[in-house]
């Protein structure tokens, strides 16, 4: 007890924090482990998503006949934004995206925005840019269904691009992916934006 001002008062003694837990050499720290799993789960929604963006491309392109019949298919002269487009006629936006729908110029766009987004995220290289792209083609699809049948605001479109923008985020491309080595280029250490 020490006496302050005339009065006692108790004093309570400090115990120190018990010492870490050593580190095997054979087993990472449990933080490690843990950064380890998030990078692998971050890795398997990079793949998941980026094969999501290259299915639809080679499906829209070749008409395996999942979403786009073989006589719709790109290369039998097939509009790859056609069927979405003119399906949205009776929505808030209808007549903007259905005057886009069969547009060569838009096509175009589409069919390399897909190739492209679907790479990049299988690769895991040019994950900013896929997730900008990605995110702007996925809120466009958003918008041209609007208003949503199963739910006010949200719907796969929007998870998609939450989930794009966490991938860039992540880092994600550095696990079952060639990011670090992408990053490692020297175009790409000038551009950071091409990370």
Same mark, same amino acid.
């Given at each position: 007890?020490?006496?302050?001002?005339?009065?006692k008062q =108790?004093?309570?003694? !400090?115990?120190?924090?018990? =010492? =870490?837990? =050593?580190? $095997?050499?054979?087993?990472?720290?449990?933080?490690?482990?843990?950064?380890?799993?998030? &990078?692998?789960?971050?890795?398997?929604?990079?793949?998941?998503?980026? *094969?999501?963006?290259? *299915?639809?491309?080679?499906?829209?392109?070749?008409?395996? &006949?999942? $979403?786009?019949s073989s006589?719709?298919? *790109?290369?039998?002269?097939?509009?790859?934004?056609?069927?979405?487009?003119?399906?949205?006629?009776?929505?808030? #936006?209808?007549?903007?995206?259905? $005057?886009?729908?069969?547009?060569?110029?838009?096509? *175009?766009?589409?069919?390399?925005?897909?190739?492209?987004?679907?790479?990049?995220?299988?690769?895991?290289?040019?994950? !900013?840019?896929?997730?900008?792209?990605?995110?702007? #083609?996925?809120?466009?699809?958003?918008?041209?269904?609007?208003?949503?049948?199963?739910?006010?605001?949200?719907?796969?479109?929007?998870?998609?691009?939450?989930?794009?923008?966490?991938?860039?985020?992540?880092?994600?491309?550095?696990? #079952?992916?060639?990011?670090?080595?992408? $990053?490692?280029?020297?175009?790409? !250490?000038?551009?950071?934006?091409?990370?």
């Amino acid at each position: 007890m020490a006496i302050a001002k005339g009065r006692k008062q =108790p004093v309570y003694a !400090r115990h120190p924090a018990p =010492p =870490p837990a =050593p580190v $095997s050499a054979t087993r990472p720290a449990t933080g490690t482990r843990h950064a380890a799993a998030l &990078g692998y789960v971050w890795a398997a929604a990079r793949l998941a998503l980026g *094969w999501i963006f290259g *299915w639809a491309f080679i499906d829209k392109l070749f008409g395996f &006949g999942f $979403s786009t019949s073989s006589d719709r298919a *790109w290369i039998h002269g097939g509009s790859p934004t056609t069927g979405f487009f003119k399906g949205t006629t009776d929505r808030a #936006l209808g007549d903007v995206f259905t $005057s886009l729908a069969g547009q060569a110029w838009a096509d *175009w766009l589409f069919m390399i925005g897909l190739a492209a987004i679907g790479t990049a995220l299988i690769l895991g290289v040019g994950m !900013r840019i896929a997730a900008v792209a990605g995110g702007l #083609l996925l809120m466009l699809m958003w918008a041209a269904e609007l208003p949503l049948d199963g739910n006010p605001f949200v719907d796969e479109h929007i998870v998609y691009a939450v989930v794009l923008a966490g991938l860039a985020l992540a880092g994600a491309g550095d696990t #079952l992916g060639i990011g670090r080595w992408w $990053s490692s280029r020297p175009l790409v !250490r000038r551009y950071p934006i091409l990370k």
